[in-house]
């Protein structure tokens, strides 16, 4: 599930929408400059070339009042907007064109709008120039520019935002739905309903959700009630029938084969007991019917279990070395840890011989439990699957299994390793 | 002594009656929570063995409403259900012991007694046995006047044989309660074997009331 989740990109719903806001905002406006500096300058050259024709359908009026060459010289002086040259001086454009020109008394040039019109005045062709500045339009332009990427500025943000507010808002229920189902715990008693919306897919959502949560439940309760009524249902036809065999044996007229006999049964009841509890202690922990919020010390804990398990070493003349740095300590669930390191070292003592020398090694990243013995028969990567069994095996091949599966609950690995005539069992993580 | 069996399954109710009536004990039983309810109510009672599981209600319960009265009844909880939970629950809740089922009758035998002694014999917590004495709490053993050395499981499994004392008790029960594991993890009972033939040679003249019976077990006998 964990994996699932993390996938290295992942982001919030919220970042997710307003980032796509704000990237599609940009590219708009990115876009929408250049375009409005064009059009806006077709439009304002547009008006200029309007003006200039106009100008020009009435030169021929003023044309009339020109009858000397003085009046020619002094209507070339009063009107600064028009420039009268002889035709033969000049290249003739039919349409207005814009032109870099000094202006005098100012520095640099300035752009200007020309028109050209032809006409014949006191029996010589002439070629008239109306011009006009394109200053203003610079100055205008650049106003509405500043003015629109001011607009835009504030769009944008008011653009995301708002979006963030109101995604915010409407997405409430949403994460109110989330956190229900990250706080839902199968242990807890009661299931609370995640928050009302009026909203119809969020409704459907919680519904759906609040099902689901009940239906796991029920599974969940249904599973564990069986797991326990089945071991309560065995364990108590074992309890009667130890306690029979414990009686028979009190009786005085028993033979020495009946007594053996009784003995067998005895062996056999055992397996039956330990299989039924390690069954209900493995779907235990797949219930997770267990926290993992103690901290202890693994040197302690070994050392706990070295003690306890020191008559069967005894009883096999081992010996137990133990090394361990000082307070190695880990969080998790004690209980069930010490059940791990039981089953290691209880494995330990098994397989091994008489007078062999067992080591825990316990480091900050790694225990290592370590018996001397034959390499196995059995596959490596099968040691911890259940039920599997080596020769001379005593127990039900549950030991290690419930073994690996602690150590996943603690996020840590559990390895074996045959090396220099020794099975080492490593825990680490 | 009076002791109250309270577990519903008969078969196992009526042989702990049967193997704790040799150790010289009244033993009555119930099956449901409201006849051992009656019963308390009416009589006080040594010890009290109390299934959880039990028709009619939860054992725990039954400890609540007797450590509520200020009953001071023994309870010994004897479980199907080998939970840690449950354990610690019931010694909270001030049960005087918790043993999962199944058990050896010989085991049982002997947390009866513990508790008991524990809260009968205030002070002197001695066992006497012919020219045997034990002293529990200090762990000492005195034989025809003379303190005995012994190891620490020479002493426990000596306890062990004089709380079952003129029962057989099986090997199979002495490694259990001697090593706290299951008896399934031994490959052979050779060092019981080793115990047994130790205790009886520093037991000087007291180690010849150990019977060996073959094939089974081992047995204190007068």
């Known amino acids: 599930m964990a994996e699932f989740i993390k996938n290295g990109n992942e982001m919030k719903l919220l970042n997710y929408t307003s980032v796509r806001y704000l990237l599609f905002t940009a590219l708009i406006f990115l876009i929408s400059i250049p375009v409005f500096y064009v059009v806006l300058n077709r439009i304002f050259i547009h008006a200029i070339d309007r003006d200039l024709y106009q100008q020009a359908g009435e030169i021929p009026l003023h044309q009339n009042h020109i009858r000397s060459e003085s009046d020619l010289a002094l209507w070339k002086t009063l009107d600064n907007d028009l420039e009268i040259i002889p035709a033969d001086s000049v290249k003739f454009l039919a349409g207005p064109f814009t032109e870099q020109r000094t202006v005098p008394g100012k520095e640099g040039k300035q752009d200007f709008r020309i028109l050209q019109k032809k006409i014949h005045m006191l029996g010589k062709a002439y070629v008239v120039q109306i011009k006009s500045s394109l200053i203003e339009k610079e100055d205008l332009v650049q106003t509405i520019l500043l003015i629109q990427l001011s607009l835009f500025f504030l769009m944008l943000i008011g653009a995301v935002g708002i979006n963030y507010f109101i995604n915010k808002k409407v997405w409430s229920p949403f994460y109110n739905t989330l956190f229900f189902l990250k706080n839902f715990d199968l242990e807890k008693t009661a299931i609370g309903m995640p928050e009302n919306t009026p909203i119809q897919e969020f409704l459907q959502l919680n519904h759906s959700v609040h099902q689901l949560a009940v239906g796991v439940r029920n599974a969940y309760l249904s599973q564990k009630e069986f797991a326990e009524n089945a071991s309560h249902e065995l364990q108590t036809p074992l309890a009667v029938l130890r306690s029979k065999l414990e009686l028979l044996l009190q009786e005085k007229s028993l033979s020495q084969s009946q007594s053996m006999l009784i003995d067998d049964m005895y062996k056999v009841i055992d397996q039956l007991e330990i299989l039924n509890n390690n069954l209900l202690f493995l779907s235990k922990m797949e219930n997770s019917q267990f926290a993992f919020n103690e901290r202890f010390d693994i040197g302690q804990v070994a050392a706990e279990v070295a003690d306890e398990l020191s008559f069967m070493m005894d009883a096999k003349s081992q010996k137990l070395t133990m090394h361990h740095d000082t307070n190695v300590s880990k969080s998790g669930n004690k209980s069930l840890f010490k059940v791990l390191i039981t089953n290691l070292l209880r494995n330990a003592i098994q397989h091994s011989a008489k007078g062999s020398i067992i080591s825990i090694q316990i480091t900050e990243t790694h225990t290592t439990i370590a018996n001397p013995g034959e390499p196995l028969n059995i596959n490596k990567e099968s040691i911890f699957n259940r039920f599997t069994k080596g020769e001379n095996q005593r127990g039900n091949g549950l030991g290690l299994a419930i073994a690996q599966k602690i150590a996943t609950l603690h996020h840590l690995r559990l390895d074996y390793a045959y090396r220099e005539g020794r099975h080492e069992f490593h825990i680490s993580g | ?222």
Do not use: W
Request: overall charge negative; some cysteine; aromatic content about 8%.
């Open chain 2, 1 to 222: 002594m009076k002791l109250l069996i309270i577990e519903d399954e008969q078969e196992l109710a009526q042989s702990i009656r049967e193997y704790l009536q040799k150790e010289d004990y009244r033993c009555e039983i119930a099956f449901t929570v409201q006849e051992g309810r009656e019963k308390i109510e009416c009589f006080d009672y040594d010890c009290i063995l109390l299934d959880i599981m039990l028709p009619g209600g939860s054992g725990l319960d039954l400890l609540e409403e007797l450590k509520k009265d200020k009953k001071m009844d023994g309870v010994i909880i004897i479980s199907a259900k080998n939970s840690l939970e449950d354990r610690i629950f019931s010694l909270k809740s001030g049960a005087d012991d918790y043993l999962a089922k199944p058990f050896h009758l010989a085991e049982l035998s002997a947390r009866v007694q513990s508790v008991i002694r524990r809260r009968h014999l205030q002070g002197s917590n001695e066992i006497f046995f012919h020219n045997l004495t034990i002293d529990v709490p200090a762990k000492t053993v005195i034989v025809e006047g003379k303190e005995i050395n012994l190891t620490k499981t020479e002493f426990d499994l000596l306890l062990f044989l004089v709380t079952n004392k003129g029962r057989v008790i099986s090997k199979n029960a002495i490694a259990e309660h001697l090593s706290g594991q299951s008896a399934l993890y031994f490959d052979n009972y050779d060092i019981i074997y080793t115990h047994i033939k130790n205790l009886k040679r520093k037991l000087l003249s007291m180690g010849s009331h150990i019977k060996t019976i073959y094939g089974s077990g081992y047995k204190l006998s007068d």
